[in-house]
């Protein structure tokens, strides 16, 4: 088995990796690899885990599909190519998307995190529940206000992507939940 290098592991003849950004090094539990959780306002790509496992692609994938960096991280998922957005349409899903540029998406890879632990930087409360269409949810104060910092914001509203992320996930910076070392976003 080769040294920890970081972000990676080498072992068996694979590499193991945590999520770009994360600053956390692999460690094996048995035959299983394993990566401690990211703290919310962390910079790392797909912070939830749920663009991969539910999407089939990770972040250099995307970016690499949409046409490189300039082009791709601006555009939402489902319109990086005719097929994601074939397959957005069949699943009702055209007009639920992420930025790939997003902080909760590729951000790391793209190069778009904010610099300092915000709220909402992507406006993904602000855009999707915009029009009372989230309970009286319409930014991080009144999401907080109404189910505190860990209601999964698909649950709130069916415009948000289900990526599993909690209000907590989106609104670090009133929820006190940045990170206390240097691992902001961009960091």
Known sequence: MDANTGESFQTFGMTLCCKPGS???PKMQGFNCMCED???GT???D???????????NCFQLIEEGGGKEAACTKQISKLSAANEAKAEENGAAGIDLIVGASVACAY???????T???DPDGLVANNCAGGVCEGVTDCASG????????????????????????????PKSCGACPSSRRLRGN
């Open 23 to 25: 600053g956390k090094s």
């Open 144 to 171: 907080i206000a109404k189910y505190d910092c860990d209601k999964k914001l698909s649950e709130i509203s069916s415009k948000v992507p289900d990526l599993g992320l909690t209000i907590k996930d989106v609104c």
């Open 109 to 115: 890879s793209c190069g778009t995190c904010p610099a």
């Open 47 to 57: 912070y939830t885990g749920a663009i991969l496992s539910k999407g089939g692609r």
């Open 43 to 45: 910079c790392v790509d």
């Open 117 to 119: 632990c915000e709220d």
């Open 38 to 40: 990211n703290d919310p």
